[in-house]
């Protein structure tokens, strides 16, 4: 009777309705979205440039990472920065990937999606929003946009910022060059700025290194 | 420590929160004890002073959904007329019903004792880590509730 009864309740443990994680993943994003408790929402982003990592804000697009970056780490910064109540939710991040699907397509040529700027502040932030003024098909140098953020000499330190660029693509951190033309360095690799200045026409068509 | 994405909680915990919520109050229910758990969880996220042990936290909150769904199919034995198609197949029930019925309708402790030693697997240590009570006093809550339970189910 003993061994029978506690054979029972083992059984039942193992036998235990099976759960469905991907769908108490997506309703818990739906009810947070609604309640307007879900504070960072992201999605993926199928580009031409591998898989993007889209992440918005109720203020707007905070994050956009190129494959490789380590999405478990980005997520913990925004957990400590911005909000822990962090949640896939690939559809509150549509506006962005219509924008950028735009883009790509060569139908866009300046995002209108608003920019949370909160993980950039001081001279970064000036340099980033200096250089989201650079016009689509056109170039700037890391001396302009330091000068533009009013330290002319202090292009190293805008080299830096536009490295740490949090949302590339969006604030053009690409169109940015050395003064005598030389590519410069990008967060994404060599590879991804050069498609992005083909894509503008800024190089050629199928120009190499 | 700081607060982890959420996200990461519910991938961490939600299979086994689930299991311990599917013995307390069986599957149908569990499901919403779940969803409720996990809303209630991010509603308080943020003004969690550190992450310290998190998966109690998420234990505690649980613990209090399965004791209102228990209370409130209690106040309603035939929750099967409330709505429900009397001809719709019943959903599948792939626990052993007769006698987690029982377990159901035990004391609180004891339930959850009997969850964490029969459905979860756990030491006794672990299990009065998880109540919040000495390791004792789990084994007591344990052999109380067998107890109880072989009489219930003996009659």
Aim: hydrophobic share 40%; net charge negative.
């Amino acid at each position: 009777m003993t061994d029978d009864l506690e054979r029972r309740l083992t059984d039942a443990g193992v036998s235990g309705a099976a759960l469905d994680l991907a769908h108490l993943r997506g309703t818990l994003a739906r009810r947070a979205a609604d309640e307007g408790i879900l504070d960072v929402a992201y999605g993926i982003y199928d580009s031409p440039l591998g898989p993007l990592t889209v992440m918005v804000t109720a203020r707007g697009l905070v994050r956009l990472s190129y494959p490789g970056e380590q999405i478990s780490a980005e997520l913990d910064e925004l957990a400590e920065r911005v909000s822990p109540r962090i949640l896939e939710a690939p559809e509150r991040t549509d506006t962005v990937r219509r924008e950028l699907d735009e883009y790509f397509a060569g139908d866009r040529r300046a995002f209108d999606v608003p920019i949370d700027w909160r993980l950039v502040g001081g001279f970064a932030g000036d340099v980033l929003r200096a250089t989201a003024q650079i016009p689509f098909g056109s170039v700037s140098s890391y001396r302009d946009v330091a000068a533009e953020a009013g330290s002319p000499n202090a292009y190293r330190a805008a080299g830096n910022a536009l490295g740490s660029n949090p949302v590339p693509i969006v604030v053009p951190c690409h169109r940015v060059l050395h003064v005598g033309g030389g590519l410069g360095g990008y967060t994404g690799g060599l590879d991804r700025k050069r498609f992005l200045l083909r894509l503008e026409g800024v190089l050629p068509a199928g120009a190499g290194a | 420590m700081h607060l982890p994405p959420f996200e990461t909680l519910i991938d961490a915990h939600a299979p086994e929160l689930h299991r311990f919520l599917v013995g307390c109050v069986g599957p149908t229910e569990a499901e919403d004890c779940l969803q409720e758990t996990f809303m209630s969880a991010l509603r308080a996220y943020p003004r969690l002073r550190h992450g310290d042990n998190l998966r109690a936290w998420l234990y505690t909150i649980a613990r209090h959904k399965a004791t209102d769904a228990v209370r409130r199919m209690t106040r309603r034995p035939t929750r099967e007329l409330d709505g429900v198609d009397p001809i719709a197949p019943p959903e599948p029930e792939p626990l052993d019903e007769a006698i987690w019925g029982v377990v159901r309708s035990l004391p609180t402790k004891q339930r959850d004792a009997l969850v964490h030693r029969f459905v979860l697997d756990l030491a006794y240590g672990e299990i009065g880590a998880r109540m919040g009570t000495s390791e004792e006093a789990a084994r007591q809550n344990v052999s109380a509730g067998l107890r109880r339970l072989r009489r219930e189910v003996a009659r």
